[in-house]
């Protein structure tokens, strides 16, 4: 939100032939200032009542310098730039602001602090996510809370609040330009209008376990897993009628159970993309040779695997014209085949980026003995971790209550004010 950040040559450009003032007395930010930089300091201002009106030893070249009530600053000079050296700087930017000083042209902070940028990024963030859970009813019942359980919640991430707007046991949900679909597993795939009312449901079947939902507006097809049934169901958009089934093997039609596990599915270009438990269809005995697979569109029977070994994968997706997906048990997310960008503590399923961070949903584990000798702590929290692929911070969005996250997507500003108008939220 504030032009306080500058790198070293941005900062050295504007307080060239200036008079600097320091806000807040700390050796170290001082040093690492003057050690890229040529300053002409002259004083120093803090908020601390023990320091102002006293004398400061900088260093051998300023020797005692004057240490003054920032009030000082009310009354500002042309020739004079001020550099926050404190690492209380979030509520020092607003007590500038109020002095009628401008971020960026009258102050910033020391470009030694710029590794602090990250926090106001995170606190600073206006992303609204749509969350969706698939928890059953029975969570609900027992915790007592309207805003727990299975369904679709919004989250604001600068508020880290969170209200549930839906309730059903969902699983993923897609943006598809005047309206959302919703893969609820008891319903089938629900067609939502902006307001987040039902206007139609399609594709359900017995025993189908539907986990995962697509579409290709080129083709105009959807695109339901049902892991359940170990087969792709492919609808028609125009109507939502059934057109075929791209079956996953010929173990589908032999023990007509789920063999391969899929979960979360993906269109892009000419191809779908596939996320499974296992590649041979042995998850039934315990056989995690998980992946991502690749299916032509114009020829369901040309594939290819593109991931191997993966530990039951989800959220296969393409984020900058690159594949990502999460190796969930390991808590793992990956860009393309081999880069790993980050690691976290429990199960992950749910993938979004809003171009500067990452939002990775996880569930309460339910297979953590497993990971007993392998990680050293396995996190039991439902929420969504908020990562920075540079720096590797991260922020944990805790969503207290809900157990099971299965989708993450980052919410418009325009839709965010067509469900804000719907819901009256504050």
């Known amino acids: 939100m504030y032009n306080v950040w500058k790198t070293w040559e941005e900062f050295n450009q504007v307080i060239k032939n200036k008079k600097v003032v ?41 020797g005692d310098i004057e240490v003054k009530d920032p009030a000082i600053l009310k009354d500002k000079l042309d020739d004079t730039y001020i550099v926050i050296t404190s690492g209380a700087y ?23 602090m710029n590794s602090l940028k990250i926090i106001t990024d995170f ?71 902006k307001e987040l009312e039902i206007i139609n449901e399609f594709g359900f079947e017995m025993d189908s376990f539907s986990h995962g939902l697509t579409y290709c507006p080129i083709r105009e097809k959807i695109f339901i897993s ?27 039609a032999k023990y007509k159970r789920d063999n391969h596990h899929m979960n979360d599915i993906f269109v892009k270009d000419d191809f779908l993309y596939v996320s499974l438990f296992s590649h041979s269809g ?13 299916i032509n ?21 393409f984020i900058d014209n690159e594949l990502h997906y999460l190796d969930s048990m390991s808590g793992r997310l990956y860009r393309g085949s081999k880069k790993l960008l980050g690691e976290f503590s429990g199960f992950v399923r749910g993938l979004a980026y809003d171009s500067n961070f990452y939002y990775i949903g996880q569930s309460e584990g339910r297979y953590f003995d497993r990971l007993q000798g392998i990680k050293n702590y396995i996190s039991l929290s439902g929420g969504v971790y908020m990562f920075d692929p540079q720096t590797k911070a991260g922020r944990f969005l805790s969503m207290q209550g809900v157990r099971q996250i299965r989708n993450v997507m980052v919410l418009s500003n325009e839709n965010f004010n067509i469900i804000n108008n719907k819901f009256e939220l504050e």
Not at 155 to 170: I, P, Q, T
Not at 297 to 317: E, F, K, Q, T
Request: net charge negative; hydrophobic share 35%.
């Open 22 to 62: 320091f806000f807040g007395v700390a050796d170290d930010w001082f040093e690492k200032t003057f050690r890229r930089s040529d300053v002409n300091l002259a004083y120093i201002v803090d908020n601390n009542p023990t320091r102002k009106n006293k004398k400061y030893n900088v260093n051998e070249k300023y």
């Open 297 to 317: 569109l114009d020829n369901y029977s040309d594939r290819h695997i593109l991931i191997n070994d993966a530990w039951m994968p989800h959220g296969v997706c």
């Open 282 to 294: 042995n998850w039934p005995k315990g056989i995690y040779d998980g992946g991502i697979i690749e």
């Open 123 to 193: 606190d600073e963030c206006p992303t609204k996510l749509l969350v969706c859970s698939s928890e059953h009813q029975i969570y609900a019942e027992i915790d007592k809370d309207k805003n727990i359980g299975g369904g679709l919640y919004l989250y604001e991430v600068n508020k880290r609040s969170y209200k549930k707007l839906m309730d059903g046991n969902f699983h993923q949900i897609i943006d598809a330009s005047d309206k959302y679909y919703i893969l609820d597993e008891k319903r089938g795939c629900l067609v939502v209008s």
């Open 226 to 252: 049902k892991a359940g049934l170990d087969k792709i169901s492919v609808y028609n958009t125009r109507d939502f009628s059934h057109l075929e089934d791209i079956v996953l093997s010929s173990k589908t």
């Open 90 to 112: 979030i509520s020092i930017i607003p007590q500038l602001l109020s002095y009628g000083l401008k971020a960026g042209d009258d102050f910033c902070c020391t470009p030694a």
